[in-house]
């Protein structure tokens, strides 16, 4: 069974960037597409971003210039780089394991992913 753990969240100026990380085991994540997604309370949780087993991305409008999602195969890490945070970008960060070897259209949907980590805090406030 895979088991993901996310890290990297914290306190940051608005403007300021976070690298958030999550780290798969229970198996190599070469065969895996995996996703980012956010909740900020009282919404839905919403796809932040998402690479696939052959490296290739797609992202949420609100992510895109700002977000860079990347992967290490080696480590088993899949990583999230957050530049020009700002504090609408609030919320808990969880990443998931998508049930597709592509991120296709329907990526963004949190039901086609099976695997969740617990999720990291992100808060951005000056």
């Known amino acids: 069974q895979l088991q993901l753990v996310e890290s990297g969240g914290g306190l940051v100026q608005p403007g300021g960037s976070l690298r958030l990380s999550c780290a798969v085991s229970?198996?190599?994540?070469?065969?895996?597409?995996i996703g980012w997604f956010r909740q900020a309370p009282g919404k839905e949780r919403e796809g932040v971003s998402c690479i696939g087993a052959s490296g290739s991305s797609a992202s949420a409008d609100s992510a895109k210039g700002r977000f860079t999602i990347s992967r290490d195969n080696a480590k088993n890490t899949v990583y999230l780089q957050m530049n020009s945070l700002k504090p609408e970008d609030t919320a808990v960060y969880y990443c998931a394991v998508y049930k597709y070897l592509f991120c296709g259209a329907g990526w963004p949907e949190p039901m086609k992913y099976n695997y969740w980590g617990q999720g990291t805090q992100v808060t951005v406030s000056s």
């Open positions: 229970g198996s190599n994540l070469d065969y895996y597409s």
